[in-house]
């Protein structure tokens, strides 16, 4: 329990210096960040709301202690300002629309490639030395070189337009309503598969690679030994005994890699126009909506922090020593 | 000089020596003997020909000009990152080490925040808000990216400030900085190279991507902003393969032949590696469960005739 107080007060500080982050860096740019974002708006927005966003961003004629307190309350309010390029709705839920297909997309691909990718490392820990432990690890970590973007270039050029065997963008068919029904989900589905497989190529060498060298670690163990000793079948002693021990450093990377694999997931949207947060981020710094790549930097800030939290949890189910 | 003849001992490690030279000469004289990258030459997506080695892109230029140029300065970008995380990295992480309590916690802290924060959106934002150009794509990159060096050298440093002969310099009244880079860096080679490697990779597939994105200074030739036109004029579209393919491909080999050099790396530190490559091709064995023994370092020498003989 003081194990996880600890990593959550952690992580408070680091939504801190996130939440500060955002503030400090328009600030340090040249230029006058108040006055831009005046010009933006100007004759396009009613005084009171123009007033009203430059408090939220703390844009307040006063010394920098009270503009940042100014930012922190527009940011208890809510208030992450109006979106340029989606004008005239609000940055909150500009990103709250794109969320669904975010979590959808790099969620379920991120588990895929953690599943399979530590399944497929055991398999070749166990069978090291065979023709697939020489022909793998240097293949994969060739496919994990791949630029995430480009490789979601590749797979739509030939999936998408040369064969035509899957849709090339957007998150579901124009002409389905978003709803529970068969055809929606089998749209969506057929929709996500390429970004996904993209997504899935890249990153799955790396939980191989862990996986094959921790496992090979932990199968010279004496308790193995003892496993094996006893008669127990070689599928017991692998994953009952030694997979167990040695998945905990992956799950250790895990937190950290979802950061870099979220990264990776953002240009893969924008590739295939997939309406989540990567597509809103490319449409703001195209359309220079600074509001909008703000909000978008803490919203996503804060869900890496919450599922590395997450991570932690299972960390603590699965290792007894940190249940003390 | 251990670690370089450890690194040449595999075979992984030499075939990413000799791709990297490959890249490097391109980088250094490829420029010279191309075509100008920026001029318009001939027809508008023109594919492969004799006269045209990779075709032409939307704007008529020459396709392989701009692979070549682009190979030269987004190589320098991913160097000056790699060097620079490198260099701070080892710096923080040392001092951490070093001095401990109150130092090494509040730097660990910093460290522990700026591993967790994403970087593409943190880069995001400060690429936009600052000037457009490659220095501050680097300079991006190198506060996105040193945090993990300084986590990987504090580990390596903790272990070595208890040695004797680290003691012994304190005891002497060595000057800190002296005992961190004179006494302790030198030990510690092999991680700090490998430190250099990772992040080398990780700085051009960021830069790419930034680049992608349209942060960086799209006026300029680097293989991000190759792929930023590609996706711009929507060359997917016009099934113009030539002007997206062989620039990934550029990419990706480049990030190969560094891990292949850093998995050399790993084997002079981790000596079970290089031991179950040894048995291996000794036994000729496939090794699961059945094999549980008990691995022999043999000699270097002796480890070397032994495999030459079998």
Redesign the interface.
Same mark, same amino acid.
């Given at each position: 329990m003081i194990h996880l107080l600890r990593r959550f007060a +952690?992580?408070l $500080?680091?939504a801190w210096?996130?939440l500060s982050?955002?503030f400090l860096?328009?600030r *340090?740019?040249?230029g006058d960040?108040a006055s831009a974002l005046q010009l933006r708006f100007q004759g396009r927005l009613e005084p009171e709301a123009l007033q009203a966003m430059k408090r939220a961003f703390g844009y307040v004629d006063a010394p920098l202690p009270e503009q940042y307190l100014s930012y922190l309350g527009g940011l208890c309010r809510g208030d992450l300002g109006i979106s340029v390029s989606y004008f005239p709705a609000r940055v909150t839920e500009v990103i709250a629309d794109g969320l669904f297909w975010t979590l959808f997309l790099s969620g379920v691909s991120v588990l895929i490639s953690f599943t399979l990718g530590s399944l497929l490392g055991a398999v070749l820990a166990?069978?090291?030395?065979?023709v697939a432990d020489a022909l793998l690890p240097?293949l994969l /970590?060739?496919?994990?070189?791949?630029? @995430?973007?480009?490789?979601a270039?590749?797979l $739509? @050029?030939v999936f998408g337009?040369?064969l035509d065997w899957l849709p090339v963008r957007h998150a579901y068919s124009d002409e389905l309503e978003p709803g529970v029904s068969a055809a929606f989900v089998a749209s969506a589905l057929s929709h996500a598969f390429l970004p996904s497989l993209s997504i899935v190529l890249t990153s799955v060498g790396a939980w191989v690679l862990s996986m094959r060298?921790n496992l090979?670690?932990t $199968?010279?163990e004496d308790y193995?030994?003892l496993a094996?000793a006893k008669g127990l079948s070689?599928a017991k002693? *692998?994953f009952r005994y030694a997979a167990r021990s040695a998945i905990l450093p992956s799950v250790t990377g895990f937190?950290?890699a979802?950061? +870099?694999v #979220?990264?990776?997931s #953002?240009?893969t949207e924008?590739?295939f126009s997939y309406p989540g947060q990567g597509f809103l981020?490319?449409q703001a710094?195209?359309n220079?909506d600074?509001a909008l790549?703000?909000g $978008?930097?803490l919203f996503? /800030?804060l869900a890496?922090?919450l599922a590395?939290w997450l991570v932690d949890v299972a960390h603590v189910l699965l290792d007894p020593r940190l249940r003390r | 000089m251990m670690l370089l003849r450890g690194i040449w001992d595999s075979r &992984?490690a030499r075939l990413g020596l000799a791709l990297l030279a490959l890249f490097a000469a391109v980088a250094a004289l490829g420029p010279f003997l191309t075509r100008d990258p920026a001029a318009f030459l001939a027809d508008p997506l023109l594919p492969p020909s004799a006269e045209f080695w990779l075709g032409t892109t939307r704007q008529g230029q020459d396709a392989f000009a701009q692979l070549i140029v682009g190979t030269r300065s987004s190589l320098g970008i991913g160097l000056l990152v790699g060097v620079l995380v490198m260099s701070i990295g080892s710096l923080v992480g040392l001092t951490a080490a070093y001095f401990g309590g109150l130092v090494d916690d509040v730097l660990s802290?910093i460290v522990?925040?700026f591993?967790?924060?994403?970087?593409?959106?943190?880069a995001? %934002?400060?690429a936009? =808000?600052?000037?457009a150009g490659p220095l501050t794509i680097a300079a991006v990159l190198v506060l996105t990216g040193w945090a993990w060096n300084a986590r990987v050298v504090r580990a390596q440093a903790l272990a070595l400030r208890r040695r004797d002969y680290v003691l012994a310099a304190i005891a002497l009244g060595e000057h800190p900085l002296r005992i961190m880079l004179l006494e302790m860096l030198p030990n510690m080679t092999s991680i700090v190279f490998s430190s250099f490697i990772a992040a080398t990779?990780h700085a051009i597939?960021a830069q790419?991507?930034l680049e992608?994105?349209? %942060?960086g200074d799209v006026s300029q030739v680097t293989w991000g902003t190759n792929?930023f036109w590609?996706?711009t004029n929507q060359d997917?579209?016009t099934?113009s393969?030539w002007t997206?393919?062989p620039?990934?491909l550029a990419?990706?080999? =480049?990030? =190969?032949a560094l891990? &292949?050099v850093n998995y050399g790396v790993d084997e002079v530190t981790s000596p079970?590696?290089k031991v179950?490559r040894a048995y291996?091709a000794l036994v000729g &064995?496939?090794?699961?469960?059945r094999r549980?023994l008990?691995?022999v370092v043999l000699a270097r020498s002796d480890a070397d005739r032994e495999r030459t003989s079998a």
């Open positions: +952690f992580y $500080l680091a210096v996130s982050l955002n860096i328009p *340090l740019a040249p960040p166990f069978r090291r030395g065979s240097p /970590t060739f496919l994990g070189a791949f630029p @995430y973007f480009w490789l270039m590749l $739509l @050029y337009f040369s060298n090979m670690a $199968l010279s193995v030994l094996v070689p002693v *692998l937190g950290m979802l950061g +870099f #979220l990264s990776g #953002l240009l924008i590739v981020l490319y710094v195209k220079q600074y790549m703000q $978008l930097f996503i /800030t890496v922090l590395n | &992984q802290l522990g925040v591993l967790i924060l994403p970087g593409l959106p943190l995001v %934002l400060l936009a =808000f600052l000037e990779m597939g790419v991507g992608f994105l349209g %942060l792929l590609a996706v997917i579209l099934e393969w997206i393919l620039t990934g990419i990706a080999l =480049f990030g =190969f891990a &292949q079970r590696l179950d291996t &064995q496939r090794t699961g469960l549980l008990t691995p």
